[in-house]
Each structure stands twice: as C-alpha cells, then as structure tokens.
C-alpha cells in the first residue's frame, strides 16, 4: 500500500525519528544525500521538494530552471546505519515549471520510469520483472597509492591462498575453489548473514547468500524477481547495506569487476521477463528451451545492441579485466540454454511458465543500476519491435562450451568488446534504441560518452605497475 505524508509522520513518531535523509542518485550511480530535522517534514516537503544542482551531480543539464528532489513516500525506511535515529527516503529530481513540476529527464531514477511507460505504451507488456545477482570481494584491507613517487595497491583476505605460509594462518581456501565453501572457512558469514537480515527488514526479500568462487573473499547475494523501477531502487540500497555493514565487521566491500588477479570476476548477471495482464509473455511450451517467440525477438535485441550496451552495463576500464576467457564471465554474442559461455543463459530450472526467463552475464555492479536496467529493456523491446531474430541472425543457440572451440571456429564467432573505449565508439554508432519514446535525452548520452572518455584518458595516461616488470630493464 501506498504510504502518505501521514504514514511518515506517524512513522517519525512512532520510532523517536530525528533526522530525515533524501538519498539522490549521481550520474555515476552513488548516492549522495541531504538531512532535514525531523520536525522540518511536512505536507510541503513532498511538495515542494530539496532543491540541488544537478550539475555537480555529473549531469549535463541543458534546462535552466530551478531543480528540486521530491522525495517518494513508499521508499521510506529507517536507516540502521545512523546512530541518531533517522528515516530514509529516496525519490525523483523535478524541474520547477508554472504551473507545476516536470521530471528532470536526465535523472535515473526518471529513466527507468521513461523506460517502464514506452513498454505499457507499446502494449507489449505492463511489467518487467528482473533479478540481478550481485557478487562482490569481501577484504580485510586495502591501500592504494596513484602517485608520481608510487602507483600500487595491497589488498589480503585472511582465507586467500597466498596466506597459506603465514604463521597461525590454517585457515585458506586454494586459488578458485571458493564457492559454497562451509565453516569455518567462510569467514565472513556472519556478515553477510547480517547483510540479508538488513535487505529483508528495507523491504528487499532473498533467495539465498553464498561464498562465490574467488578465494580471496568472493561472496554472492541474490534477491527475488522485482518490478525493474523497484529493483533499481532495491540496487541501490543492497549496495549500500553491503558496503556499511561490512564496515561494522571489520571488512571492505567492493563491487569492482576484477579487483584481484587471477581470481573470478564479480558480475552482476541480469535476469528478466516480462509479463501482460498477469500472463507470463516468455513462456511457450514448444519454444526453444520453453521461450517463446517474444522472448527470442527480446534476446534478438539484446544481441544486435550488445556492444552499444556495454558501454553502459560495463561502464569501468576495469570491467573489461573481467570480461576474458576462463572465469566463466562470457565473451561471446551468443545465447544457450545452462550455457555460462555465452552471453545470454537460459535457466534450465526455471521451469513454471512465470518463472521461464533468461539471464544477460556482461554487466557488473559499477553500472548505473538505473541506466543499466532500462537500457537492457530498450534493447530488448527493440528486438521486439523488429522482430530480430537470435537464431537467424547466427547468434546460437550454442548448446556448446564456447571457451573450448578451436581458434578457427573462434573467429567465426562475435564477441564482445574487449575495452570501454570500444564499447563507447559502439554506443556513438549505435545509440536511437535508447532515445525512442524520449526515455535516454542524446545530450545525456553526449554526456555520459565525454565523462567516460576523459575517465579512460585519464587512466591511460598513468605508469602501470607491470609495465615496470615488462619494460624497466629493457
């Protein structure tokens, strides 16, 4: 049920609430936020809104009007993580306009809305539902240092493998054999024991948390299939909870693609469907792998725009470091059924008609969530539109471990792109799937190109430590 500006009030009293903090997103997907007195909450604040500037949240806003935040009651929590008590809320950035306000069509959160009425509009379907899985690197510590007298980072996990000769030690799990390892190995179980308790009470239900295959403190957690808006609302907030609570536990968290060499990446695997009047639109009997034709052409979508995607989906320098043969992280344009080779999985265990679906493997939690989520489903509705077919196409299904091909059948096959400078080159060239229905503005993407650009400048330009093992004493 809907809550009203009553139902936080009563909310603020009933819990001795003194602070009420409006978490906004930033173009890269962190939060930032703003705190009022708790007293300061009242009927105008839904109305009127936290006035900021968007600019120096990393957009590029071509608007000249005043821009306030209207907080959304129906996000409203209480934040376990602030020793005075306080209510949470996330929301909406609005363009202040007479007679009343417009959305800020820049602002993520308004994207995924954009993206969810094009789908209604379209009358494919009313609800997208998906379920990202987030795997993520759990360390005791971390330093770096991008000097011009030290560039390197330390990083340890006291379970890693390479603690195996240290005194007292004991207790380390050999290199890639992390996953579903029990006590007293999993180290951090408590941890994330505590981070699920803490998503279920922020209204966010589970299905599981597991120790993932890096032995160096790779760990998953998976929530159920949500509305796509929900879900990015839900990203964000998973996100936070995992990074605070592993603070309370003596840990760092990070969602970096590839943060330790020679260990499995940390993806972000997406999972989605789509449903009409409560009618599962995947789901036919004599489909390939019990999908139907609508499904096909979404995956067809997916697969034509990949490249494009990537730049959005894997939006860091790192998250090419994860996309390499031999971690199970795909590398090839392709679809399969239980196939973790190619870029789209089909779930031989989905089973049931509402459950049947498929998984996209590229992205990873570095994305926007917001932009990642709605981009996926432009893509997909594209291939809908145009009835982009995956297996005319020669995009599979390859019912095959595609790592272990021969070279020459390799380079028959599309892959992906093998950098963010290409990925980017590709969503210049190919970018009107996600501006149909006015739901990603071109100056946006203008935008999000030039920042990553300079990013990969900027980082290019730096000495990197295994050039210096490479090239010193050339």
């Keep these: 049920m809907a809550k009203t500006v009553k139902d936080i009030i009563d909310i603020i009293k009933a819990n001795d609430i003194k602070m009420v903090d409006f978490k906004m997103v930033d ?7 703003v705190t009022i007195p708790a007293g300061n909450f009242s009927e105008e604040t839904i109305k009127n809104g936290i006035g900021f500037d968007a600019s120096n949240y990393g957009y590029a806003v071509v608007e000249k009007s005043d821009m306030v935040f209207i907080p959304d009651p129906d996000t409203a929590l209480i934040d376990p993580f602030c020793e005075i008590p306080t209510l949470s809320m996330t929301g909406n950035a609005m363009i202040i306009d007479s007679p009343e306000n417009r959305p800020l069509s820049v602002y993520p959160r308004n994207i995924v809305l954009a993206a969810e009425k094009y789908m209604r509009d379209l009358g494919i379907a009313d609800k997208m539902f998906i379920l990202p899985e987030f795997e993520f690197y759990l360390f005791d510590n971390v330093a770096w240092s991008v000097n011009p007298d030290s560039i390197g980072v330390t990083l340890d996990a006291a379970q890693a493998h390479w603690n195996s000769a240290t005194e007292g030690s004991g207790l380390v799990v050999e290199k890639q054999k992390n996953y579903h390892v029990a006590k007293p190995f999993d180290v951090a179980y408590e941890a994330r024991s505590k981070m699920c308790m803490r998503m279920e009470e922020a209204g966010i239900p589970l299905n599981y948390h597991h120790p993932e295959v890096g032995a160096a403190g790779q760990f998953e957690i998976e929530p159920h299939l949500g509305e796509m808006s929900k879900m990015a609302d839900a990203a964000m907030m998973i996100k936070y909870i995992i990074h605070n609570t592993a603070r309370e536990y003596g840990f760092t968290a990070t969602f970096m693609p590839k943060p330790v060499m020679g260990e499995a990446g940390s993806g972000m695997h997406v999972h989605m469907l789509l449903m009409k009047d409560g009618k599962p639109v995947f789901s036919d009997d004599n489909g390939y792998s019990h999908l139907s034709r609508e499904a096909h052409y979404f995956i067809g979508g997916l697969l034509k725009h990949i490249a494009s995607l990537c730049a959005i989906t894997n939006p860091s320098t790192n998250s090419f470091k994860r996309l390499v043969p031999g971690f199970e992280a795909p590398v090839t344009v392709g679809y399969a059924t239980s196939n973790r080779s190619a870029v789209i999985r089909i779930p031989a265990y989905a089973k049931t008609p509402e459950l049947r679906r498929f998984e996209l493997r590229n992205p990873d939690a570095t994305a926007n969530p917001y932009f990642c989520y709605a981009a996926i489903l432009m893509a997909g509705l594209d291939g809908i539109r145009n009835k982009i077919d995956p297996h005319e196409n020669g995009w599979g299904p390859y019912d095959m471990n595609l790592y272990k091909l021969s070279d020459e059948e390799k380079a028959k096959l599309k892959h ?53 093992s490479k090239y010193y004493n050339l």
């Design 27 to 33: 173009i890269d997907g962190k939060f930032r936020h």
């Design 416 to 468: 992906l792109p093998v950098s963010l400078d290409e990925a980017l080159d590709a969503l210049e060239k190919d970018y009107e799937y996600l501006t149909v229905g006015d739901v990603f503005p071109k100056h946006m993407l203008d935008n999000y190109i030039a920042r990553k650009r300079e990013e990969i400048r900027q980082i290019a330009a730096i000495p990197h430590p295994a050039e210096f």
